[in-house]
Every structure is written in structure tokens, then in C-alpha cells.
């Protein structure tokens, strides 16, 4: 399976950003049988997981600080994961990446590159 993550950029604090994560080359198991999680690298930081949508469309955060500004959601048939972020604030500042599992996410079996998202106070 082959992620790529896109949209990140340069935005202010408040303001909005949605990232994409497009998904291709599935090894006999259809798009909608993955969830797909977004992790992000803040700088001088360990990664860590922001949230999860998983195959059935259950969304799972795993950051506090992000509920009720980040969203996920899916479109099966283009193969893509949107993460819709908010309100965002400097401490969003990091690479965020896409990664895939089957049905649930676990320990993730595919990775796409990051995209740099930097928020500006």
C-alpha cells in the first residue's frame, strides 16, 4: 500500500488547514477494509498518534488537545483519508503523516511521507 499525505503548509494560529491522504497499490484488500491513522513529528519531539479512522468509519483521537477541532473522514471511492484541522494553534506545528492498518489501527503495517504543517502565532 502506498499513502501519500498533502496539503500541509504555512497557516496562523486560528486558522485552518485539510490534509489528504491518498492511498493506492492495495495487495488484494480493498481501501475500505484499511483504517488509516494520522501521527504527527512535532519538531524535537517523539511522534505520536492524533487520531484514527478506522475501516468502518469509527473515529478514535488520541490527543486530547485536538477534539473538537480535528476531524477525519473518508471517501472509499477515491481512496482518500481527509483530516479537516481547526482553530489551529502553534503547538500543531509538526509533520503529520498517514498510515494504515487493517480494519482497526494497531501497529500500522504502511506509512506514507509527511507533509509540514507550521502554524504561525
Known amino acids: 500500500v502506498q499513502l501519500q499525505a498533502s496539503g500541509g503548509g504555512l497557516v496562523q494560529a486560528g486558522g485552518s488547514l485539510r490534509l489528504s491522504c491518498a492511498a493506492s497499490?492495495?495487495?488484494?484488500?480493498?481501501?475500505?477494509?484499511?483504517?488509516i491513522g494520522w501521527f504527527r513529528r512535532a519538531p524535537g519531539k517523539e511522534r505520536e498518534g492524533v487520531l484514527c479512522?478506522?475501516?468502518?468509519?469509527?473515529?478514535?483521537y488520541y490527543v486530547d488537545s485536538v477534539k473538537g477541532r480535528f476531524t477525519v473522514s473518508r471517501d472509499n471511492a477515491k481512496n482518500t483519508v481527509y483530516l479537516q484541522m481547526n482553530s489551529l494553534q502553534p503547538e500543531d506545528t509538526a509533520v503529520y503523516y498517514c498510515?494504515?492498518?487493517?480494519?482497526?489501527?494497531?501497529?500500522?503495517?504502511?506509512w506514507g511521507k509527511g507533509t509540514l504543517v507550521t502554524v504561525s502565532s
Open positions: 498510515a494504515a492498518d487493517a480494519y482497526v489501527c494497531g501497529s500500522m503495517l504502511y
Open positions: 497499490a492495495f495487495p488484494g484488500w480493498p481501501f475500505n477494509t484499511y483504517a
Open positions: 479512522i478506522s475501516s468502518s468509519g469509527e473515529t478514535t
